[in-house]
């Protein structure tokens, strides 16, 4: 395997980064995974059933073509359904109008995870796994804490916060050659990352308190320049980027909160109670993830936009979640453990070969 050594200064010592490019893996991970395994169901129990009016169009069969558009993932039912034995539609797009209207959400596999971890040799990585925690590859591993992962829109960088130098830096980092560079080093802390677009936003203290800043993604420089976002008369920080929505951690009213700023809308608050951190948006910006904590004990909550309800996930000692590309499964760290929710089923499996002696941040890819 290809490394990359980069020599840094860390606490007065001399300090190793290995950086390894990721390899994808050829095989199909649904093809691995048996079938009747709880991985498997929580991970492919995605199909939505909604209702619409009723079809005036008597060429449309509404069984049929629910069996012919869930055929692709669900292969395991071809056995027993067979379509050709059934009427069949002139066409299936003059079903757009029937009773029952199949909406799609599977979890491509070439979806990913990526962790930050402290590893049991007590070295801290980022790891990338498929979607369904195998084929794990490391692509960096340090002395020094990493934490605040970000993908950009391609899946092919990371964004993540470094401690090598005694000080939090933001780096990106390319997974597929594992080339990397700085892109945010100011004055004082830089820290939680979040890619928006062709921009990157930030929690800076270089002025005054910590408050969110907007920067471009070239290399950093100490002649570049960091456009306030965010800056409200105490500690903003956490930002996470959807669609034109921005969500992100603000202390304002004297405890830590969640606040949505979309698009020139006024800035409110969606979290409820006291004491909210961590908030992660989904890729279509329309639901959010937050953890609650109360007296030692951690709630992940979930947000719907369009509902303005809130629900409690799961309880424990919960760090962060992220929303899967499909934006209806969920990742999330539990008592150290990583959890995959299906929020259409209701339905949660802990992935067994994800055990590190710590892990800190895990993030779905776009």
């Keep these: ?120 040799d007590r070295k801290y990585k980022i790891l990338i796994t498929d979607y369904a925690g195998g084929n794990i590859q490391p692509i960096i591993i340090s002395n020094a804490p990493i934490t605040s992962l970000s993908w950009n829109q391609a899946n092919n960088s990371i964004a993540y916060v470094s401690y090598e130098t005694g000080k939090p830096i933001v780096y990106i980092q390319n997974i597929y050659t594992s080339q990397r560079y700085v892109v945010a080093n100011f004055n004082g802390s830089n820290s939680s990352p979040a890619f928006a677009g062709n921009s990157l936003l930030v929690s800076l203290s270089k002025d005054y308190g910590t408050h969110i800043y907007k920067i471009d993604l070239s290399k950093y420089t100490p002649r570049k320049t960091a456009t306030p976002l965010i800056t409200t008369s105490s500690i903003d920080t956490e930002a996470d980027y959807a669609n034109g929505n921005i969500i992100f951690t603000s202390n304002q009213k004297n405890t830590p909160q969640i606040y949505l700023k979309k698009g020139s809308a006024q800035v409110q608050q969606i979290s409820i109670n006291r004491n909210n951190i961590t908030g992660r948006i989904s890729n279509d910006g329309s639901k959010v993830l937050y953890v609650h904590g109360n007296r030692g004990k951690y709630d992940l909550m979930y947000y719907n936009l369009a509902t303005a309800k809130t629900i409690k996930i799961d309880s424990g000692k919960i760090l962060s979640g992220s929303f899967a590309p499909n934006n209806n499964l969920l990742a999330y760290i539990k008592n150290n453990s990583v959890i995959i929710y299906n929020l259409n089923t209701k339905n949660s499996v802990l992935l067994p070969q994800l055990k590190y002696k710590e892990i800190f941040d895990i993030k779905w890819s776009k």
């Excluded at 860390?10 to 994808?24: D, E, G, Q």
């Excluded at 995605?46 to 012919?68: E, G, H, V």
């Design 1 to 120: 395997m290809k490394k990359i050594f980069i020599f840094a200064t860390f606490a007065k010592s001399s300090l190793a980064i290995t950086l390894f490019p990721f390899h994808n893996n050829v095989s199909s991970v649904s093809k691995q995974l048996p079938h009747n395994s709880k991985i498997y169901q929580v991970l492919n129990a995605n199909a939505i059933t909604t209702k619409k009016a009723k079809s005036t169009n008597i060429n449309c069969y509404t069984l049929n073509n629910l069996i012919l558009s869930s055929a692709k993932f669900m292969s395991n039912f071809n056995n027993k359904f067979q379509p050709k034995e059934l009427p069949m539609t002139k066409n299936i797009a003059q079903c757009n109008e029937s009773n029952n209207v199949q909406v799609n959400t599977t979890l491509s596999s070439s979806a990913k995870l990526a962790l930050a971890v402290l590893d049991k």
